[in-house]
Structures are given as C-alpha cells and as structure tokens.
C-alpha cells in the first residue's frame, strides 16, 4: 500500500513539474528573442551554454 502511495505521489509531482517546464521554457525563448532583436546576443549565448551544461552532465555521471 506504501509503495503504491509512493509511485502515486512521484507520479503527481512529476506532472506539475513537467507543465511548469513549458512555461519556462516559453518565457525563456521569448526573452532571448526580444534581446537578439535588439542586438544583444549575450543572452542566448548564455541560456545556450547552460542547455548544454545540463545536457551533457547525466553522460558524464
């Protein structure tokens, strides 16, 4: 009965994570795109880096 309370939970709070990352995610890409419509590229250059950052780090563990 635990274990079936366990998945549950880990399964609910999997979902509200999940539905906040896409707001993130588009308030993220509409930041980088008003900078880079003003030139400034330092931004994208910076989110960028970090997307690779957390990409690459579960390969090297």
């Known amino acids: 009965?635990?274990?079936v309370l366990k998945i549950g939970f880990l399964s609910l709070l999997g979902l509200?994570?999940?539905t906040a990352s896409f707001a993130q995610c588009a308030m993220c890409r509409?930041?980088?795109e008003n900078n880079v419509?003003?030139?400034d590229t330092s931004v994208a250059a910076g989110l960028n880096l970090g997307i690779?950052?957390?990409f690459?780090?579960?390969y090297l563990i």
Do not use: Q
Request: no cysteine; hydrophobic share 60%; aromatic share 6%.
């Open 1 to 3: 009965m635990v274990k």
């Open 16 to 18: 509200l994570v999940h």
């Open 30 to 32: 509409a930041s980088v």
């Open 37 to 39: 419509a003003n030139g």
């Open 52 to 54: 690779m950052y957390l």
């Open 56 to 58: 690459v780090m579960p």
